[in-house]
C-alpha cells in the first residue's frame, strides 16, 4: 500500500469491467474508514453510503432494471444528470469521452443496440461484486452535494490505494425515486450517485482507456505569481 495521492490521482480511472473476485466488508470498511476524513463545509458530513453485494447487489441491480425499462422521466428525482442542452466545451468534452470508450470496445456509432447494452451495464455495476450508493438529505444545497463529491472521490482514491477499482455511476440517478422506495429511503433522503467497487478485469479493452484533460493552464488564471 505505498502509493502517494499523486500516485493514486494518476491511476484512478473509470473502471468498467470487473472481476467477480469478492470485496471483503473489512476491505469497504477500511476504505470508508478512510474517506471519513474527508472535508466538508462546516463538518456536516452530509453523506450517508448504502453498500451492497450479494443477495443485496442482486436486488439492487433487478430493482434498477425494472425501473430503467419503465422509462419514466420523472424518477430522477428532479436532478438531472446534466443540464439541458449542453453547450461547449462540455458537450464536445462528453461527446469525446464517449467516443474514446467505444472505439477502446470496437463499437462503431452506428450500433446503437451495442451502444446501449453498455450503458445498461451500469445497472449491473459492469459486473463489480459491490455497489455503493451515495444519499444526501434533499434539504441540503449544492455547498452539501459539492462536499458529498469529495467523499466520493475520497473513497476512490482510498480503493486505488489498496488495488480497488472504481467507478462513480450517476446513471443511477435516473432511477433516483424507484431506489428511494427499494431501500425505504425516508421522505428526506435521496441517492445522488452510484459506484461500482471491486477488482478491475486486466483483461477488458474498455478499461484500457485514459480519459483525457485539459491543461492547466487552460483552466487556471495565475495571478499576482
Ligand atoms: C459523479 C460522477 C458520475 C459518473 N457517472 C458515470 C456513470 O453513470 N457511468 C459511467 O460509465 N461513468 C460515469 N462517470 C465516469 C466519468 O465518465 C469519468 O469520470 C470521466 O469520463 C473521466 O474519466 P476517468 O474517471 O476514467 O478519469 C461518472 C463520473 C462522476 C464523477
Known sequence: MAMSVTEALYA????RAFLSTPLSRDLLHEILDAAR????????????????????RQAVID?????????DPGNDGGHPIYPANLWEPYRSRRFQVG?????????????????????????????????????IDKGMGVGQWAH???FMQSVALA??????????????GQVRAPLAAHFGLPDN?????GMALGYADPDALVNSLRSRREEVDAFTEFRGF
Not at 433522503?189 to 450517485?193: N, S, T
Open 99 to 135: 467516443e474514446d470508450m467505444y472505439e477502446k470496445m470496437g463499437i462503431p456509432r452506428d450500433d446503437k443496440p451495442a451502444r446501449f447494452a453498455h450503458v445498461a451495464r451500469n445497472f449491473q455495476f459492469f459486473d463489480a461484486p459491490v455497489g455503493l450508493f451515495f444519499v
Open 37 to 56: 476524513w474527508s472535508p466538508s463545509g462546516g463538518n456536516l458530513q452530509g453523506w450517508k453510503v448504502i453498500a451492497v453485494t450479494g443477495d443485496a
Open 148 to 150: 458529498l463529491g469529495m
Open 159 to 172: 480503493a486505488t490505494e489498496r488495488g480497488v477499482a472504481s467507478c462513480f455511476q450517476e446513471a443511477w
Open 63 to 71: 430493482a434498477g432494471l425494472a425501473a430503467l425499462a419503465a422509462n
Open 189 to 193: 433522503e435521496m441517492v445522488y450517485c
Open 12 to 15: 484512478r480511472i473509470s473502471t
